[in-house]
């Protein structure tokens, strides 16, 4: 039943209207950027999808393997209607503290996490506080995965105000830019609409971190952007 179950949402998941409008994105001739959004899936995670849907962009979640246990269906949701999901370790720990084995079980562990939820195993991960080195790098081609950065950060778990929030993404939006918030603040999620809507005004397209990639494809053990 249970891989009856994957093999659905993997079918729903290739052939989603959402996937394939995003795929004829081309950033080489329009200006895009990437909403990034960390240590979710979690409450107002569903608010966030609601105004994407609505407004017909496209983000990257990269997930907690713990959130997702006790979300999975927001996961799902999430990858269902074509945003890039990619893993964010299981308990969120800085990697570089943590023996080889302890690594690879945080990124395993949630691998297996995500795809039981969503049926498709993440291909990219974030390091948690964006601490890395050339061990964990190493480590995370071990488990096929790459590793996705970022280009600016919002601080908004720092800033937790949503005027601040959105001060910070329209400074730090840039053409291929990937910007990094959380969607477990609730100012955040209060700022989108108005992100949303004024970052479309400057004519960027807002798209996943793969179509941001221009179809090259991740690498694992490689480091973006």
Known sequence: MLIQGLLAVSLVLAGSPAATTQAKIDCAKVKCLALTFDDGPGTRTPALLDLFKKERVKATF???????????????????????????????????????????????????????????????????????????????NQAELAQVLWTGTT?????RDAKKIKASVLRLAKRNGVLLMHDTVPQTVKAMPGIVNELKKRGYHLVTVPTLLRGKGLESGVSYP
């Open 62 to 140: 990269f997930l907690v393997g713990k959130q997702v246990e006790r979300h999975p269906s927001i996961a799902r949701r999430a990858a269902a209607e074509g945003h890039a999901i990619g893993n964010h370790t299981y308990s969120h720990p800085s990697l570089p503290t943590r023996f080889d084995e302890d690594i690879l079980n945080e990124l395993q562990v949630t691998q297996e996490i995500i795809q039981a939820a969503t049926g498709q195993a993440p291909k990219m991960f974030r390091p948690p506080f964006g601490h890395t080195d050339d061990r964990v790098l190493e480590l995370a």
């Open 155 to 159: 601080l908004d778990w720092s800033l």
